[in-house]
C-alpha cells in the first residue's frame, strides 16, 4: 500500500522575513520535490489538513497546489487527491544535459582536455604575453567610437591591414597593399571563402598528399574534385601530364604540412608556370612560415616575379593562440571586390576589437619580440625530442631535419604499425597522431605526427620513455637498448 505523507513528514522550513506565506509555501514544497523528499506518485496531506498544521489559510494552500500543478510538479486526480507528479520539469532539463555530454561524448570534435605528448598541432600557449595584450585590448575598447560599434569594413580593419603588410615586406619577403587584405577568422575561414569564390561543379583542385585534409573536405563541399599530388623531399610534385588542368591548386610550401619540408624553388616555378597556363590559382597556406628557426628564411612564392594569381592564407591563430580566430588572406587585386561581396554575404565582417587589439601588438613591435621568444624555445623543445628519440628509440623512429614548425613526422621501423601504437596510446597517457590521418589516396606512410611545441622537457622526455614502452608493449620493436 502506498504511503501518504502526513503534513509532519513535510518539513517545511522557517519562513524568513520578507517573504509572503504563499512564495514562502511553493518553494518549501517545490524544494522539497525537487530534493526527493517527497517521493514521486505519493499523495499529498489535504489542503485543509496542511492550513490547519501550518495555521494558514485554506486558500493560500489552494493557490500554491494549483501553481505547483500547473507548472507540472504535481498532479490532481478525482478521488485521489493531489500527487507528487511521476515526471517533473527538471526531469527534462536534465535530459537535455544528459544529451549534451553523450553528444561531446561521441564526437571528439567537441571534447577537449590540455594537450598531450604528442599532440602536433597545438602551439604553446603559456607563454602569451597576456598582460601586454590586455592592455592593448583596454586601450582599443576605450578608443571604440560609437560608429566603431554600429558597423565596419568587411575587409577587416584598415589597421591591422596595414600592420600585416608591413609584416609581410619585413618578413615574407613581398610588398602588397593593405587593400589587397582581406581578415577572415583563420585559414580554414580562408579556405571556405576561396572554395565557394572560385569552385564550379566538378573542377578540379590539386593538392598535397600527405596533405591538409580540411581543405580537401572545404574543397569537395564546394563540388570540387580532390586531386593528390604526393610529396617527397622538395615539397610537392607536379604532374608531368599536361592535359592535367586544374582550377586551383592548395600548397604548403614554407613548412609542408605534415612533412615539414619546405618546396624546392624549381618547384615553385613550374607550379605558377602550370597554373597560369591553366588559368588556374595558388593557394599558397603560409603555414608555419613564422616558425622557421634555423636555416634560409623562405620568402613566399606570393613574391615570386608572376605570381599574380597566387592567393596568400595567412593566420595569427597558431602564432599567437588558437582561439584568438584571426586570420587573412592576401588577395589578387580582381578578387578583392568578389572576396568582399562574398563576406559581407556571409559574415558581414570581422569582430572588431581584436583586430583592433591585434593591430596595436603587431605596429608596437610586441609580435615580432614574441615570435623571436617563442622561435628559441620550439627549437630548443625539438633538440631536446631528437636527443631523447636517439638515446632510447634509435631504429624505432627515424625523424628528418626539419627547420620550422610545431611539429615533426617520426617514421616507424616497419615492425611497428602506427595504427597498433596509437590503439594504446590513451593506455600511455599519449596523443598519437598516425600520419595516415594526413593521406588521401597513398598509404604507405607508417609513422606519427610527433607535436613538441607546448611540452616543457620533462614532459617531452618522459613522453619518449612512455613512447618506448608503447613500442615494448607491441613487442616487436628492433631496438637493442632496454628502457
Ligand atoms: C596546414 C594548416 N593550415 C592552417 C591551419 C590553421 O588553421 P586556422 O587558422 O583555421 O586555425 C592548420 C591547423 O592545424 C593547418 O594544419
Same mark, same amino acid.
Given at each position: ?16 522575513? $520578507? ?118 585590448? +583596454? ?16 575587409? $577587416? ?72 599530388? +604526393? ?10 601530364? +599536361? ?56 620568402? +613566399? ?149 610527433? $607535436? ?22 607491441? $613487442? ?8
Amino acid at each position: 500500500m502506498q504511503h501518504n505523507p502526513t503534513p509532519v513528514d513535510l518539513v517545511l522550513a522557517p519562513r524568513p522575513s $520578507g517573504s509572503t506565506l504563499t512564495q514562502w509555501l511553493y518553494s518549501e514544497i517545490r524544494r522539497a520535490i525537487v530534493e526527493g523528499r517527497l517521493r514521486r506518485g505519493t499523495a499529498l496531506p489535504p489542503s485543509r489538513v496542511l492550513a490547519e498544521h501550518y495555521t494558514i489559510s485554506r486558500r493560500i494552500v489552494v493557490n500554491v497546489f494549483e501553481q505547483l500543478q500547473d507548472e507540472g510538479y504535481l498532479e490532481a486526480r478525482v478521488g485521489s487527491g493531489t500527487r507528487i507528479s511521476r515526471h517533473i520539469p527538471e526531469d527534462f532539463l536534465a535530459s537535455v544535459e544528459l544529451a549534451r555530454t553523450s553528444l561531446a561524448a561521441r564526437s571528439p570534435v567537441f571534447t577537449r582536455r590540455p594537450a598531450r605528448p604528442f599532440y602536433p598541432v597545438q602551439p604553446l600557449v603559456s607563454e602569451f604575453p597576456i598582460d601586454v595584450w590586455s592592455r592593448l585590448e +583596454a586601450r582599443s575598447l576605450r578608443r571604440l567610437s560609437t560608429l566603431d560599434l554600429a558597423s565596419a569594413d568587411p575587409a $577587416g580593419e584598415v589597421e591591422l591591414r596595414t600592420a600585416i603588410a608591413d609584416y609581410l615586406s619585413g618578413s615574407r619577403g613581398f610588398t602588397c597593399s593593405p587593400d589587397h587584405v582581406v581578415i577572415t577568422t583563420g585559414t580554414n575561414n580562408s579556405l571556405d571563402l576561396l572554395a565557394r569564390l572560385l569552385i564550379r561543379p566538378r573542377d578540379r583542385f590539386f593538392m598535397e598528399d600527405p596533405g591538409y585534409k580540411d581543405a580537401a573536405e572545404i574543397f569537395e563541399r564546394a563540388g570540387a574534385k580532390v586531386i593528390p599530388l +604526393a610529396v617527397d623531399e622538395f615539397g610537392v610534385q607536379l604532374p608531368t601530364d +599536361a592535359s592535367s588542368r586544374p582550377r586551383a591548386v592548395y600548397v604548403t610550401p614554407a613548412h609542408q604540412f605534415p612533412l615539414g619540408v619546405a618546396l624546392r624553388l624549381d618547384r615553385r616555378i613550374e607550379l605558377l608556370r602550370w597554373t597560369r597556363a591553366a588559368d588556374a590559382f595558388v593557394l599558397e597556406d603560409d603555414y608555419d612560415s613564422e616558425f622557421r628557426f634555423s636555416g634560409k628564411p623562405i620568402p +613566399a612564392i606570393k613574391g615570386l616575379a608572376g605570381a599574380q594569381n597566387v592567393f596568400l592564407l595567412g593566420t595569427f591563430n597558431k602564432a599567437l593562440y588558437p582561439t584568438l580566430r584571426v586570420g587573412y588572406v592576401v588577395a589578387p587585386e580582381q578578387w578583392v571586390d568578389p572576396l568582399l561581396r562574398l563576406r559581407r554575404l556571409l559574415e558581414r565582417y570581422p569582430a572588431v576589437l581584436p583586430q583592433r587589439t591585434l593591430a596595436m601588438f603587431l605596429a608596437e613591435g610586441h609580435y615580432v619580440r614574441y615570435l623571436r621568444r617563442v622561435r628559441r624555445l620550439y627549437s630548443e623543445r625539438l633538440e631536446i625530442l631528437r636527443e631523447s628519440i636517439a638515446e632510447r628509440l634509435r631504429g624505432a623512429i627515424s625523424i628528418p631535419e626539419i627547420e620550422a614548425g610545431l611539429s615533426i613526422p617520426g617514421f616507424l621501423a616497419p615492425s611497428i604499425p602506427a595504427a597498433q601504437l596509437v590503439a594504446s596510446a590513451e593506455q600511455y597517457k599519449l596523443d598519437l597522431w598516425p600520419l595516415t590521418k594526413c593521406e588521401l589516396s597513398r598509404s604507405d606512410l607508417n609513422g606519427l605526427l610527433l $607535436g613538441f611545441a607546448p611540452f616543457s622537457e620533462k614532459e617531452l622526455r618522459a613522453g619518449v620513455v612512455a613512447l618506448a614502452r608503447a613500442i615494448d608493449a607491441i $613487442g616487436k620493436s628492433p631496438r637493442r637498448r632496454a628502457v
